[in-house]
């Protein structure tokens, strides 16, 4: 195996060889262009953000700056957003499901590199991939590292640090992050905390930045 096809198996591998560095350097010419694009170039911006994206859904939103390794190794679903300055290092495949909201500052972390000094230095790392489900919401500066899979229907609070996988419909919060409790029918009629809905249409119509869903 070349250094690419061992990178996308998850074993170690150099990151400069077999042609990975000159992808990373064509990604980094269209992330440049999209961090760079004016406010109403929006039509364009959608363009240049699926081109840069292995797979997406129909409706997708990426707020700038956004920075990624390579981008095709990125799968979103439908009504995918992503807040202000979201990382997603995509050595593995990082994929993520349908109506997934991104809070600022969240950071998607396949790569990493071996604990002893002597195994570090040598210049090998690698890439786990990661996986989120449909209708998960991360808040701010949240980081998930290499391997983890998070399920559905799954909050995690503004600075948790996701280190093992999460079950579907819970609430995580904390370093490392851990489950508080589940997520229930209950919590429909609550838009924060304590605080009930005054409104009927958050039950049969769901928006994305003006955007029907």
Not at 114 to 129: A, C, L, Q, T
């Amino acid at each position: 195996m070349n250094m690419k096809e061992r990178m996308q198996a998850g074993l170690p591998y150099k990151a400069w060889m077999d042609g990975l560095l000159e992808e990373r350097e064509e990604n980094k010419r269209k992330i440049y262009r999209f961090n760079h694009m004016e406010p109403d170039q929006k039509e364009e911006a959608q363009r240049l953000i699926k081109d840069i994206f292995g797979k997406t859904g129909k409706f997708i939103h990426v707020e700038q700056p956004f920075h990624c390794d390579y981008g095709k190794n990125i799968e979103v679903g439908e009504n995918f957003f992503a807040n202000y300055n979201l990382t997603i290092l995509d050595v593995g495949k990082v994929r993520i499901g349908d109506n997934v909201q991104f809070a600022p500052n969240v950071s998607i972390y396949t790569a990493g590199h071996p604990i002893h000094p002597v195994s570090r230095n040598s210049g090998y790392e690698y890439g786990i991939d990661i996986s989120i489900g449909n209708n998960v919401w991360l808040g701010g500066n949240v980081v998930v590292v290499p391997g983890v899979k998070i399920g559905n229907n799954v909050v995690v609070g503004a600075g948790s640090v996701v280190t093992k996988d999460l079950p579907d419909n819970v609430i995580a919060v904390g370093n490392p992050a851990r489950v508080i409790r589940e997520i229930t029918d209950e919590d429909m009629q609550y838009y924060y905390k304590d605080r009930k809905f005054d409104v009927e249409d958050y039950m049969d119509s769901h928006t994305i930045s003006g955007v029907q869903m």
